[in-house]
C-alpha cells in the first residue's frame, strides 16, 4: 500500500477462505499499515482445557449453550460490507449521523467521509480488512456510549499529537484485532481468554460489541499514555491487546462490565 503522506491505518485482509475444520487453516492473513508496513496474523477465538499429544496448545471444550453463541457471533464475522445490500447502506448512514448529527450527508461516497477518518470518499473500502461486522461495531459505540464515541472521534481528551491516528479506520483495526486474540474463528477456543470471553458472551449477546467499546477506549488511553504518533501505532495496538487479556483474566470477574476498562466508557 502507497504512503499518501498524512495520517494513516489500514487493514486488508489478504484471504477470506476460512477452513474451521482444518487447524492449519483457520485464520488469514493481514496486512495492518500505520505509517510503514507490518504483518500481523489473523484468527478469532469453558472451560475444561484438554490437552492434545499432537498439540501443544490446550482445547476448551464447550457447553451447547457456549457453542450456539460462537456459531452466531462467527455467523457475523463472516459478512463481508457490500455497499449494494440495503441493510449496510443503512447501517452507514446511522454512522454518519450519530456521529455527525448537525451535518447532512451528502452521499454514501462523498469526502466528507474523510472527516471520520476514512482514508477515501467510499468508507466500503476500508470495511474489507473488519467486515460488516466492524461497522456495526461503531454504530453500537455510537448509540451506547455517544459521550465516548464523540470523545474519540473529536479527540477531546489527553493532549493529542500532532499526527493522529484516524478514528474510523483505527475502529476496524480493533474489531480485527479482537477477533484474532479471542480466537473467534476457530472451532473451539484455543486459549484462556478466548474461553474466558464466551462465558461473558452466553450471558450477555452484545458481548463483543461492548468488549470492542471498552478496547477502543482503552488503546485512546495507551495511545496518550505512550505519547504516540501515527508511526506508533502498531505498538499501541500490542500495547493494548496486552493489558486487555490482563484484565480478562484476572480473578473474580464474572461479567464485562466488571474489569477495568469498562469505568472509562461514558454514555
Known sequence: MEDR???FVAVRRISQGLDRGNSDCHSSSAEVVAGSAAWLGRGLSCVCAQRRESDSRPSFDLTPAQEECLQQLQSRIDVPYDSSVPEHQEALRALWNAAFPEEELRGLISEQWKEMGWQGKDPSTDFRGG?????EN????????PQSFQDLLQKREGDRSVWEYPFAVAGVNITFMLIQMLDLEAVKPRSLVGA???KFLTEN??????LYCMTFKLMDQQWLTMRASYMDFNAVMKSTRRQLERELLA????RLEEIPSYSLLKR
Open 5 to 7: 503522506g498524512g495520517s
Open 131 to 135: 467486515g460488516f461486522i466492524s461497522l
Open 138 to 145: 461503531l454504530v453500537y459505540f455510537a448509540r451506547n456510549f
Open 196 to 198: 474466558t470471553f464466551l
Open 205 to 210: 449477546e452484545s458481548a463483543f460489541d461492548l
Open 251 to 254: 480473578e473474580d470477574i464474572t
